[in-house]
Every structure is written in structure tokens, then in C-alpha cells.
């Protein structure tokens, strides 16, 4: 499912006739213009967004952990956002090396 499935989830459930390619269109130039600006840092949510349910007791995905290196490396400030404590953080570290 795309990214604006998940989160249209309860409304799609509950109003099928949706048409979210309106939403895509918007979307797509949104992103669109991040081509143009250049951002110092980022700040994540952890649960739900960079690790997924499923991950939620195995750890960060690997490629995932491979795109936030790769910002790292770009010397992007990362922040993450959770209520879960040390454990986020020996996630990230794992693949901070």
C-alpha cells in the first residue's frame, strides 16, 4: 500500500468513493520542491514511521538504517522523537558503525 493508503486508511474504510489521486498529484509536487531547498536537519518520529510495527521488536530496518546514514554522511542533524527511551537509541547505534 502507498504512503497515503496507510494513513487514508479510516477514511477509505469509510468513504470508498475517495479519489486520492488528487492527494498523489499533491504529494508529487511537494516532494518535488524539496529539489530546490536544502534542509540542515530532520527530525523523525520513531514507531510507526522509521520503524514499523513489524520491526517494532527486531530493530530498524537495514535499508532504512542505510537512507539515514546516508543524510548522516551528508552532515544532515537527525532527531528522533519517541517515548520508548535507550532502547531507539541502541537501535540506531547498531548501525551507526
Same mark, same amino acid.
Given at each position: *500500500?502507498?504512503?497515503?493508503?496507510?494513513?487514508?486508511?479510516?477514511v477509505? +474504510?469509510?468513504?470508498p468513493?475517495? %479519489?486520492?489521486?488528487?492527494?498523489?498529484?499533491a504529494?508529487?509536487? @511537494?516532494?518535488?520542491?524539496?529539489d530546490? +531547498?536544502?534542509?540542515g $536537519?530532520?527530525?523523525? %518520529?520513531?514507531? $510507526?514511521?522509521i520503524?514499523?510495527?513489524?520491526?517494532?521488536?527486531?530493530?530498524? %530496518?537495514?535499508?532504512? *538504517?542505510c537512507?539515514?546514514s546516508?543524510?548522516?554522511?551528508?552532515?544532515?542533524?537527525? $532527531?528522533?522523537?519517541? $517515548?520508548?527511551g535507550?532502547? +531507539?537509541?541502541? %537501535?540506531?547505534?547498531? @548501525? *551507526?558503525?
Amino acid at each position: *500500500a502507498s504512503a497515503l493508503e496507510r494513513r487514508f486508511q479510516k477514511v477509505l +474504510v469509510n468513504e470508498p468513493s475517495v %479519489d486520492l489521486s488528487r492527494w498523489r498529484d499533491a504529494l508529487r509536487v @511537494f516532494t518535488r520542491s524539496f529539489d530546490s +531547498v536544502q534542509f540542515g $536537519g530532520i527530525i523523525f %518520529d520513531y514507531d $510507526g514511521t522509521i520503524c514499523g510495527r513489524q520491526q517494532r521488536c527486531s530493530g530498524l %530496518d537495514k535499508q532504512l *538504517a542505510c537512507a539515514l546514514s546516508r543524510l548522516a554522511r551528508r552532515d544532515i542533524a537527525i $532527531g528522533v522523537v519517541t $517515548g520508548r527511551g535507550k532502547s +531507539v537509541r541502541h %537501535d540506531l547505534q547498531r @548501525f *551507526a558503525a
